[in-house]
């Protein structure tokens, strides 16, 4: 598989919380072809992949869904309110033109505020608020209902040869990579039997994960998300783009695998960072890690530029180094 092409046909597909439908089928078809796989779609709307073995059983996440808007309130003429739900920042929405899914198809609509002309003192100042937005639909308006979603207009393009840009890469970018896994480990003779979990809800309470790890009760478990790259914070170590996976460090995490894939991707020459993680990772981790009597978890991130924005940017030669370490630890049965 051609991972940048996956990725990019990923980020622009539309899949808010709850309406991960699109991304769930591509991703379904894409496993499909790429290796023997059994594929299920759970009652939540959780994709279970799984690879059939006989040795112990190993689950991995990767979340599908994607911060995006309701529609909360029709004003005059063609104006709408919106909010958000997976976290935004009201100040990078301003002057995006949104996808608003209606019953009857897409219409789109660009988010305005008052001109700067018009603006006084107080109004500059002022933090943005969603209160403070609109969004402008000319097209289509009267098909808009209040309860529609909507999501960036942003399509998906090569910065580089290795930098991708893109709505949604949070996630997508870790669902790429865990396809990718599974293409590696045709390679491979493997004893385990592996699940792959493409979840949903991971934005708005993780309860897509939840129910599907309840459901596969894994031996081990292991969450891919993505991080902050290329972000100096005065806590935490710099992780950077192009560096590696990150390896995640916490109280939610099981040291003794942690040093098991950690000295593995030593022996592999894979170049990893690691960050550390305080009560709570904010990933599907947090509540895996606690499902049943308790699941032996992993966390496994991404560097990314711009998260919850409407381009976000990672680097091709994380997720194939990523994809790479994880084969070979799968390969080995976790061990």
Do not use: W
Request: net charge negative; proline share 4%.
């Amino acid at each position: 598989m051609e991972v940048k092409e996956i990725l990019k046909n990923l980020s622009n597909l539309d899949g808010p919380s709850g309406y991960e439908f699109p991304v769930i089928k591509y991703i379904k078809d894409v496993a499909e072809k790429i290796a023997p796989v059994k594929t299920l779609i759970d009652n939540h709307g959780n994709l279970i992949v799984r690879k059939k073995g006989d040795g112990r059983k190993i689950a991995l996440f990767a979340h599908t869904d994607e911060i995006a808007f309701v529609i909360t309130k029709k004003e005059f003429g063609n104006y709408f309110r919106i909010h958000t739900f997976g976290g935004v920042d009201p100040k990078v929405v301003i002057s995006q033109r949104l996808r608003i899914h209606t019953k009857e198809g897409i219409s789109y609509g660009i988010v305005g505020m008052l001109e700067p002309h018009l603006q006084n003192e107080e109004i500059r100042q002022k933090n943005i608020t969603f209160d403070d937005l609109f969004i402008d639909v000319l097209d289509k308006s009267d098909s808009v209902q209040i309860g529609d979603l909507a999501t960036f207009d942003s399509e998906a393009f090569d910065l580089n040869e290795r930098y991708i840009a893109g709505k949604a890469l949070d996630n997508r970018a870790s669902c790429a990579t865990l396809l990718y896994t599974l293409e590696l480990l045709n390679q491979f003779i493997v004893n385990a039997d592996i699940y792959f979990v493409f979840s949903v809800r991971e934005e708005d309470g993780v309860s897509g994960a939840v129910n599907a790890a309840y459901k596969i009760n894994p031996d081990l478990a292991i969450v891919l998300d993505v991080t902050h790259g290329d972000i100096l914070r005065p806590s935490y170590p710099k992780i950077e783009t192009g560096k590696g996976p990150v390896l995640d460090i916490g109280p939610m995490v099981n040291y003794e695998y942690f040093d098991k894939i950690k000295n593995l991707a030593e022996k592999l020459s894979v170049n990893y960072q690691i960050e550390p993680n305080g009560d709570h990772s904010h990933t599907d981790t947090d509540k895996i890690q606690i499902t049943r009597e308790g699941i032996p978890t992993l966390l496994i991130s991404i560097p990314l530029r711009y998260m919850h924005t409407p381009y976000e940017v990672v680097n091709i030669r994380d997720m194939e180094e990523t994809a790479r370490l994880l084969s070979f630890f799968l390969a080995r049965g976790g061990e």
